[in-house]
């Protein structure tokens, strides 16, 4: 079965205390990507990786960092999180091949909700 | 970076109603899509479009890509109960063959729908 998995789903910490999510993609896509979701900001961008070793800023990328050492795992890390990164995180994939529609069309994770103390 | 304004903030009908929202963008996108979130899950993506003007269905739904580049809506008709969730607009700009997977989402429309 396709699927993008994160892990842990819930995770409740305390400030500083360093932090790592995982996600992980079955599908062989080149794309993946971190967002948060937050209630009136809908889904933000945090960063995003367009194949193994290559990553870039989102919109939203203080905070955090993010590795690409292999093509199915894309880790986020919160060296330090703060309470303002108490939210909900959504890691997504996508194909850089095939027709348009398969390029646009993003398979999230089932998100991670994170609370910060 | 670009930004979407996305309305209505919510919305409550009784089941067998239209429902319409829409998006607007402060710059243009070559890409619209419509997701829809189910609680506790991540957005599904609904409907893509991709040309100026272009008005394409799926079942129920129908969403249009404005004509300025700037804006899309969507439309449900004889909502059901299922519909329930949240619904977002985002947009994709494509440049030398790719978008990247980059995103940039509304902030989306919460809708409950009372049998």
């Known amino acids: 079965e396709a699927q993008v998995t994160q892990n842990p789903r819930y995770l409740i910490t305390v400030t500083g205390k360093k932090l790592t999510v995982t996600c992980s993609q079955n599908m062989n896509h080149e794309y993946m990507s971190w967002y948060r979701q937050d209630p009136g900001l809908g889904l933000r961008q945090i960063y995003y990786?367009?194949?193994?070793?290559?990553?870039d800023k989102g919109d939203v990328p203080e905070g955090y960092k993010v590795s690409r050492k292999e093509k199915r795992n894309f880790p986020l890390i919160l060296e330090s999180p703060s309470p303002n990164q108490t939210s909900l995180y959504f890691c997504?994939?996508?194909?850089?091949?095939?027709?348009?529609?398969?390029?646009?069309?993003?398979?999230f994770g089932p998100g991670t909700r994170l609370t910060v103390l | 970076g670009q930004q979407l304004n996305q309305s209505p903030q919510s919305m409550f009908i009784q089941e067998g109603e239209d429902v319409s929202m829409n998006c607007t963008s402060s710059?243009?996108?070559?890409?619209w899509l419509w997701y829809k979130q189910d609680p506790g899950e991540g957005p599904v993506l609904l409907i893509a479009?991709?040309?100026?003007?272009e008005l394409t269905s799926n079942g129920r739904l129908t969403a249009q890509f404005g004509i300025t580049r700037k804006d899309s809506f969507l439309n449900i008709s004889a909502s059901i109960p299922s519909d329930v969730g949240i619904y977002f607009c985002?947009?994709?700009?494509?440049?030398?063959?790719?978008?990247?997977?980059?995103?940039?989402f509304g902030q989306g429309t919460i809708l409950t729908v009372h049998p």
């Open positions: 985002a947009g994709q700009l494509w440049a030398g063959g790719t978008s990247y997977g980059k995103l940039t």
């Open positions: 990786s367009m194949n193994v070793e290559v990553t």
């Open positions: 479009l991709y040309k100026a003007g």
């Open positions: 997504a994939s996508s194909s850089a091949s095939g027709a348009r529609v398969e390029q646009d069309t993003q398979y």
């Open positions: 710059s243009i996108f070559n890409t």
